[in-house]
């Protein structure tokens, strides 16, 4: 397994690499945000450590372009920073970080947590393949049969709304550009426009009985959440 450690100080870069090295990860490391981009697409890291403070940029605006990038998305992230705030922790968490652990920490607790969102996202994947089915929150997918339920109540979905919601369903929490999902739903040169996926998200929010401007669903997030000027994304939570 390969692990991404992302801090501008050496003496953490160094002690994080050593003991993870001794748990049989193999590591690299990047020192500031636009290195730590470049390394995730060569390197192809299984997680990422990513420092909130970097020289270059604010380590959540790694986080957000890591996570808008259909080719890094799903890289498990974990951050970690000396900030305490609540407000830091829930921003990290709801651009898709997968944990957050503050400084100082115990190289054993950072190893515990990086082997317990592995198992985590191993978990999911192996659960979703043997049932064939996708649970994200209150709603359930069974691709197989093209039906789609909200709290159990069956919803009715077009061909295209369908593959949009799945697509996103596949990929909580992870923001995506209209193109990144022109794309993965009808591939490269499909003449469809940005606004006709704004339109299929409205449909979609709509039969899924989700508003942003009611926040109709129980904890008073939306289901699919615009994210402006990015994209949309499915929460993870909810």
Sequence with gaps: MRILI???EEPIRELISYNVTREGFVAAMAKTGQEALQMAKTFKPDIIILDLMLPDMNGL???RILKADAELSSIPVIMESAKTDDSDIVSGLELGADDYITKPFSPKVLIARIRSVLRR???????SAESGEIQVGSIRIIPKKHEVYVRDESVELSAAEFSILLFLAEHPGQVFS???IIHAVKGDGYPVTDRSVDVQILSIRRKLG????????DNGLSLIETIRGV???????I
Aim: hydrophobic fraction near 25%; include cysteine.
């Design 178 to 180: 209209r193109q990144q």
């Design 121 to 127: 996202i191993a978990d999911k994947n192996s659960a």
């Design 61 to 63: 605006d790694v986080c």
């Design 6 to 8: 992302v801090d501008d």
């Design 231 to 237: 994209g949309y994304r499915l929460r993870e939570n």
């Design 210 to 217: 989700d508003s942003p401007e009611k926040n109709s669903v």
